[in-house]
Nanobody, 127 residues
Framework: QVQLVESGGGLVQAGGSLRLSCANS????????MGWFRQAPGKEREFVAV????????YYGDSVKGRFTISRDKGENTVFLQMNSLKPEDTAVYSC????????????????????WGQGTQVTVSS
């Protein structure tokens, strides 16, 4: 069983940075592609970033490209989302998710391709 726990959210001023973490427990935790999604009040869930099981491949949503970086520490079974140059429109609940190896990489921008989800962490960016 995979359990995902996010941390690192909080309140930051526009232009600032935050680093989110997603701890992934379970015997086969390293065998999953990991993604980050976010959802602001009244809006649909939005794809943020994904990293392959071995860390070799990453992909970002257009709204965060060049500002956010996803990475993973396989030894610690943890995935990180470094968020720089934050904007008020980045305010949302950020959730990490795990997708099994049977999933198709090109479809991992879609939330329904993920098998496990964390509870989310709030990120608030003030102007």
């Amino acid at each position: 069983q995979v359990q995902l726990v996010e941390s690192g959210g909080g309140l930051v001023q526009a232009g600032g940075s935050l680093r989110l973490s997603c701890a992934n427990s379970g015997r086969t935790a390293s065998s999953y592609a990991m993604g980050w999604f976010r959802q602001a009040p009244g809006k649909e869930r939005e794809f943020v970033a994904v990293i392959s099981w071995n860390g070799a491949n990453t992909y970002y949503g257009d709204s965060v490209k060049g500002r956010f970086t996803i990475s993973r520490d396989k030894g610690e079974n943890t995935v990180f989302l470094q968020m720089n140059s934050l904007k008020p429109e980045d305010t949302a609940v950020y959730s990490c998710a795990a997708a099994s190896l049977s999933r198709t990489w090109s479809r991992l921008t879609r939330a329904n391709e993920y098998d496990y989800w964390g509870q989310g962490t709030q990120v608030t960016v003030s102007s």
